[in-house]
């Protein structure tokens, strides 16, 4: 689909960015940031201005997507990447939808008990630190593929600002400062030489990524083969084959992003469409709205006893669900129908009893016949032509593997600690997997990124995501819920305190703030166990919605340094 409207002719004359919070109110609602025709909302202001800019020059959505997530590679290091995966989500504006899978896949050397050692015991840090934790990384591959398909301005010209922004150099935020002290002796305990981000880095500072930017320019000059081929990745092999991996050139010349059908599913009057696996992030939401859809939850009252504990209960049979079906379609059979189908969800609910919590020791997964997965980053965009991308995108773990590949300016991901290294055992976010999601050379890992466009009366209503693991399946939930069911803005929505539960660890997690000890006390009561004193923050989504005047709010998650932009 090229634009189906001619370009606008008037050139705007500001890109806005503002504060998370404004003064902008509509229908006595405090809005956020309100734009009229066109936004961008991601995890670092540089990143969204870059974005918003190509919209101006007449870009769609797809190609302001090349332009923010490369952006993100250099303005947000932490998550955003070359050297990763992620998903797509999109609506265009004539209603048709579509995903895109890029996400990293094992190496072709890759085996079934690669971190196990001789007693058959995992060995703790090898799926998640260092080069045997890399996956053949996705991200160039796909934002070819969506410039082939999509793609309305010349490749050049989606990434000259980014190179550009590396060169100039980007300004340290207090997070980013706070981030980097806590990560830097992995990047010493990992590497054989410094890296950049080895310098004791304050907020204020400006870092530039002037390898990246080299590397960036040969994508710009040879498409795709710039990073898989060529310079690119004979610095990435040589590397991570120095520091003990076993990527090849062959595994990086064979890497293909894939256009998947996406989960699409009703919640009431809405139509919900997001990722299909390798991503169990669909269909855990398709199972958890289902396991809501007969009760008026807005009745009951937002973060309250009963809300929280029918949400917590539909959570608990979605992940049980996921950790036995859910794995790479390309090499396991998913029933996926049944799994989010009405009738197989309520009847998983009907053992759900209001007066006391379901134990996770009592539940496994369901029984369908004939079968026997947080450093992430998120961002939304809505064109002026009314086309619109969700996209997640990551290293995994906070900076990935803490590989840096020096020459190329770019980290590598562990995302194969998204497989599951045995059966029964917890990956990094306390996930539990079975044979669905077990390595198997050239397949790829299951995820929970759950990019997400929601539809109201056949119209675009929202473009929602998050990072945060397994939290992002919940995250993205809940902030539909307070959306459509608590009549939250966007901004509001995204705010709200959240709270998580996963089936194992049988656990409700609450987000430090916003939840009483009285409501804590209520649902102690009735059996949960409540992990409010270690939790951190849970997921942080960027998501814009349609005003019902047809104008756009962003929602910028307060909890990182995200921004909105837009015209
Ligand atoms: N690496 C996080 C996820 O894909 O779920």
């Given amino acids: 689909m090229k634009k189906l409207i001619p370009i606008i002719t008037l050139i705007f004359l500001f890109v806005q960015c503002k504060e998370n919070s404004t003064k902008n109110t509509q229908n006595n609602k405090i809005l956020g940031f309100v734009a009229d025709s066109a936004m961008v ?7 969204s201005k870059i974005g918003v800019a190509i919209l101006q020059k007449g870009g769609n959505a797809f ?4 332009a923010t997530e490369l952006a993100l590679c250099v303005a947000y290091p932490f998550a955003g990447n070359i050297g990763g995966g992620g998903f797509m989500v999109y609506r265009t504006n004539d209603g048709k939808t579509g995903a ?3 996400r990293e896949k094992a190496p072709l050397a890759a085996s079934k008990n690669m971190y196990l050692d001789e007693n058959g015991d995992v060995i703790k840090g090898k799926s998640t630190l260092g080069s045997m934790a890399i996956g053949i990384p996705g991200t160039v591959d796909g934002l070819f593929k969506v410039h082939e398909k999509f793609g309305t301005l010349p490749i050049s010209e989606l990434i000259q600002p980014v190179i550009d922004l590396a060169n100039k150099g980007v300004i340290v935020t207090k997070k980013q400062e706070d981030r980097l002290a806590k990560y830097r002796h992995f990047f010493s305990e990992v590497n054989d030489t410094q890296i950049i981000l080895d310098a004791e880095w304050k907020e204020g500072d400006t870092i530039k990524y002037l390898n990246l930017a080299k590397t960036l320019e040969r994508i710009r000059d040879n498409g795709r083969d710039g990073f898989y081929k060529g310079k690119t990745a004979e610095m990435l092999v040589n590397y991570v084959q120095k520091i003990g991996g076993i990527i090849t050139k062959k595994d990086l010349d064979n890497y293909e992003a894939k256009w998947r059908t996406p989960i699409e599913f009703t919640y009431k009057d809405l139509k919900i469409t997001s990722m299909s696996p390798p991503s169990s992030g669909g269909i855990c ?3 958890i ?3 809501l859809e007969p009760y008026d939850i807005s009745t009951y009252g937002h973060n309250s006893v009963k809300s929280i504990q029918l949400i917590a209960e539909a959570e608990r049979r979605a992940f049980a669900d996921r950790s036995f079906y859910l794995g790479d379609p390309d090499f396991v059979q998913i029933p996926i129908d049944t799994l989010i189908s009405a009738s197989y969800v309520q009847k998983r609910m009907e053992d759900f009893s209001w007066d006391k919590a379901t134990l996770s020791s009592s539940i496994s997964h369901g029984n369908i016949a004939g079968y026997e997965s947080d450093e992430t980053t998120h961002y939304s965009i809505i064109d002026s032509y009314g086309n619109a991308i969700s996209a997640t995108t990551t290293l995994n773990g906070a900076y990935g593997s803490k590989v840096y590949v020096s020459e190329g300016g770019f980290m590598l ?5 998204d497989f599951s290294s045995k059966p029964g055992e917890p990956n990094m976010f306390g996930l539990i997997g079975a044979e669905a999601n077990s390595i198997e050379p050239g397949k790829r890992m299951l995820s929970s990124m759950t990019p997400t466009i929601v539809e109201k009366n056949n119209k675009l209503f929202m473009a929602v995501g998050s990072p945060g693991g397994s939290t992002i399946i919940t995250s993205v939930m809940q902030t539909i819920l307070n959306v459509y069911e608590f009549n939250f803005g966007m901004q509001e929505a995204v705010d709200a305190p959240r709270f998580h539960h996963q089936w194992l660890p049988d ?5 430090p703030k916003g939840f009483d000890s009285i409501l804590v006390e209520k649902l102690k009561a009735k059996g949960y166990k409540i992990n409010q004193e270690n939790s951190r923050i849970l997921g942080k989504v960027d998501a814009i919605l349609v005003l019902p005047n047809g104008q756009l709010e962003g929602g910028a998650d307060y909890r990182g340094d995200d921004k909105a932009a837009g015209f």
């Fill in 41 to 47: 909302v991601s995890a670092r202001e540089e990143a």
């Fill in 63 to 66: 190609d302001a997507m090349v």
């Fill in 100 to 102: 895109l899978d890029y």
């Fill in 285 to 287: 939401d398709a199972q």
């Fill in 289 to 291: 709205f289902k396991a």
């Fill in 413 to 417: 991901n562990n995302e194969m600690d």
């Fill in 507 to 511: 656990v409700v997690t609450l987000e």
